[in-house]
């Protein structure tokens, strides 16, 4: 068979195994990519999350020998909760971003990667390829952008035509000359609602990110969240979509395409306070298979305790209490103070004085202080 024939027969069989988009990249080195990447550095920029080494993030050939093509691959998520439950007083819920409603993409687009692995080497037994997913030392984006899938918009994210910017990325480089597929043209135009919409304004200007800032990279860090980003969290658990439900590219497209992608409502949307005292296995038994959980309960906690301060939930206040006496970790006793400051009871006063006493954590007493200084303003006013 003939390589143009197998290329289609490829695209065909992507279709076949619920892959929505395909793309053929060169694999020529990321140049225009490496000068921001280096910027990004310099400025401080990037989240620490991703791969440190530029080098190995902007040149193909150093991951896989005798590298020719990339092949990305995109699959689309649901931006529409069916069935979603409200939150009410006495009973609030927090939010996972849409990226973390089903299944773990990771796993869904390996899996994926390793059929299109088997599909290749079945044709081409001394193909030599070398898949990724998000954790990858490529960007999936900057491959994604040259091959056609979409545009790399101001948000920092691809935008498909046919399903927005809701889609999950990966990639494979091989030393198959696939014929390439365009760069597709930029459609944002003079919108700039992503920009002005951030509640942080981690997006500093079309097409660069402070990942210091943006509130997606915030709920997934582990210690005390900087004062500054503790009112913009709200009721966010995991991640934020605000960049992407703005856009006006994202209107009506719902994605609700595969059923591995579809929320369970209890689990996109849970109810705040019994995250409080949840342990280590019931947290994985519950959440351990969406994307959310890689960073472990901690930090879906202390956001919990930030969304019930975000609310005011009075009846929070004794589960907030019983953090502030009893739980290990300083980040959560502090935080949970914080929060029965914010929300204001007589008895989260009298807690808080007492802890004052006896905390022999330097952050976490601070955090009972800035708590107890929320009673003193509250007085004055």
Sequence with gaps: MNLVQFQKELVA???????????????????????????????????????????????????????????????????????????????????????????????????????????????????????MVDTGELSDRAVAERAGIGWSAKNTNIITPEF????????????IPFTLNEPMEDQCGDCRLCIDTCPTGAIVEGGQLNAQRCISFLTQTKGFLPDEFRPKIGNRLYGCDTCQTVCPKNKRKANQIHPEFEPDPEIAKPLLEPLLKISNKEFKEKFGYVSGSWRGKKPIQRNAILALAHFKEVSAVPALI????????????????????????????????????????????????????????????
């Design 13 to 131: 069989y992507a279709s076949e195994i619920g892959i929505d988009k395909i793309g053929f990249a060169s694999a020529e080195p990321f140049f225009n990519l490496k000068h921001q990447l280096i910027r990004q550095q310099q400025l401080q920029y990037q989240s620490g999350f991703e791969e440190s080494d530029v080098e190995k993030r902007t040149h193909p050939e150093l991951l896989l020998e005798e590298a020719v093509t990339i092949i990305s691959i995109a699959i689309a998520y649901p931006s529409k909760m069916n069935d979603a439950p409200q939150g009410t007083k006495g009973a609030r819920r927090g939010i996972f971003s849409r990226s973390s409603w089903g299944k773990d993409y990771h796993s869904a687009l390996r899996e994926r990667l390793t059929l299109l692995e088997a599909f290749i080497a079945a044709h081409y037994p001394d193909a030599r390829m070398r898949s």
């Design 164 to 175: 927005g910017s809701y889609v999950y990325l990966g990639e494979m480089i091989t030393n």
């Design 322 to 381: 019983d953090l502030l006496e009893s739980d290990e970790r300083p980040v959560i006793r502090g935080t949970a103070a914080w929060a029965i400051g914010k929300i204001g009871t007589a008895e989260g006063l009298h807690a808080l004085k007492k802890a004052e006493e006896r905390e022999t954590d330097s952050e976490a007493l601070e955090e009972i202080q800035k708590g107890l200084a929320f009673f003193a303003e509250e007085s004055k006013g």
